[in-house]
């Protein structure tokens, strides 16, 4: 059963920097693009950033780009979400998630497997 599982989210001020991470198991790490996602409360989960299955490409969304930085680590089967110059608006629980199809990695429905959140909150 491949499991997919957050970590290092937490308190930041507006400025600052948080980096979370992202492991998976139970799966073939190297079969899968990885993504991330971000939900307010009453809102919709967007998406944030994906990375494909040999790491050479990278997706942001916009609200994102130029800040955050994606990056994979076969050798632990886990992501890195680097988020730097991080706003208020940044404020949200973030979910990783496991794929199979890079053909649309900004859409949630790409995704099978999905961690249970981490939570990162930033003050202004």
């Known amino acids: 059963q491949v499991q997919v599982k957050e970590s290092g989210g937490g308190f930041m001020q507006a400025g600052g920097s948080l980096r979370l991470s992202c492991v998976v198991s139970?799966?073939?790490?190297?079969?899968?693009?990885m993504g991330w996602f971000r939900q307010t409360a009453g809102q919709e989960r967007e998406f944030v950033a994906a990375i494909s299955q040999n790491g050479d490409t990278t997706y942001y969304a916009d609200s994102v780009k130029g800040r955050f930085t994606l990056l994979r680590d076969g050798a632990e089967d886990r992501v890195h979400l680097q988020m730097d110059t991080l706003k208020p608006e940044d404020t949200a629980v973030y979910y990783c998630?496991?794929?199979?199809?890079?053909?649309?990695?900004?859409?949630?429905?790409?995704?099978?497997?999905w961690g249970q959140g981490t939570q990162v909150t930033v003050s202004s």
């Open positions: 139970g799966g073939t790490f190297s079969g899968y693009m």
């Open positions: 998630a496991a794929g199979l199809s890079w053909t649309v990695p900004r859409y949630k429905n790409a995704y099978a497997y």
